[in-house]
């Protein structure tokens, strides 16, 4: 009764969402329709109904696939003022969007074209939503390096529209020793990084993500209760893990939310946090993901309060307004 109640109202970060994620079935059709693009599904019914996943691969043809009919600035903006008008709702105070520019600029859409249709949504959500709202561009891991060097190269004149880059896409093998390079240049450039890591793939890609790519913190993760040394240094450096239970039901992770991890992460003292990933597919939005996880679990208002604060201590706003939210 109280626990539903406070996880709905309690201020929270969002820290691990993708942007095409947040594309309803209805706004898919509209932006195709405004735009004359063709899609294999003949009805938003009939697009839903195909949002059965095995696994992640599964699920990311359906995801490039829908992505495929933003064209215009406008449509990059029309998709993110929609995310953070629902995530205003749940009380999110501050969002770190994720975004694939290598989706789109390989269609053919320039750099310009993303970049300052998402920047324009997320000043909007300041002035007029009161949320904190940030860029994180990430790259397709299933694509070489040397594209992820390019796509970076191609970003940098916008450098003061994004704060971090990110890692995402197709996990199992593409380890993250494979983006070295580029990670470096980000890091170089005082950029945050962070990776998926652990959602599919094994907890050496983790160590990976940390001692090669200087992650801040991971995105999922759940796969490091299969190492107690990991463990271990996950808890003591308090490195975030960015935790999204119903993309892991919905993609077959742990089918059983009543198996996840979340409550044995929090009782090991790491900084994890609750986040949607891609909530047009995967059933629902930050809200929801908390109110599913608590409901399959014997979590309390400690464990809510202690995702609260851990989604502002991960946060990479600046400390003046992490201080004001905790
Ligand atoms: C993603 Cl759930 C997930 N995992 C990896 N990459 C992604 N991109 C969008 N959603
Ligand atoms: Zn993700």
Known sequence: ??????????????????????????????????????????????????????????????????????????????????????????????????????????????????????????????????????????????????????????????????????????EVGHPPEKFSRVFAQARAHGLHVVAHAGEEGPPDYIWQALDVLHAERIDHGVQATRDAALMQRLARERIPLTVCPLSNQKLQVFPDLRQHPLKALLDAGLCATVNSDDPAYFGGYVGDNLQAVFAASDMDANHAWQLAANSFEASFAPEADKAVWR
């Open 1 to 170: 009764q109280h626990l539903p109640a406070l996880l709905a109202a309690m201020p929270k970060a969002e820290l691990h969402m993708h942007i095409e994620g947040s594309l309803e079935p209805e706004m898919i059709f509209a932006l195709a329709q405004r735009n004359g693009v063709a899609l294999p599904y003949a009805s938003v019914d009939a697009l839903r109904a195909a949002y059965a996943f095995t696994d992640l691969q599964s699920f990311l043809n359906i995801y490039y696939a829908g992505a495929s009919v933003l064209l215009t600035e406008q449509d990059f903006h029309d998709m993110a003022w929609a995310y953070l008008q629902r995530a205003a709702a749940d009380h999110v105070v501050r969002a770190e969007i994720f975004f694939d520019p290598q989706t789109h600029t390989a269609r053919g859409v320039p750099m310009a074209t993303v970049i300052n249709g998402l920047a324009r949504a997320c000043d909007a959500a300041h002035e007029q939503l009161g949320v904190s709202a940030a860029l994180i561009l990430c790259f397709l891991r299933h694509l070489s390096e040397d594209e992820a060097l390019a796509t970076l190269a191609e970003a940098l004149p916008y450098r003061q529209h994004f704060i971090g880059v990110g890692l995402d896409s197709s």
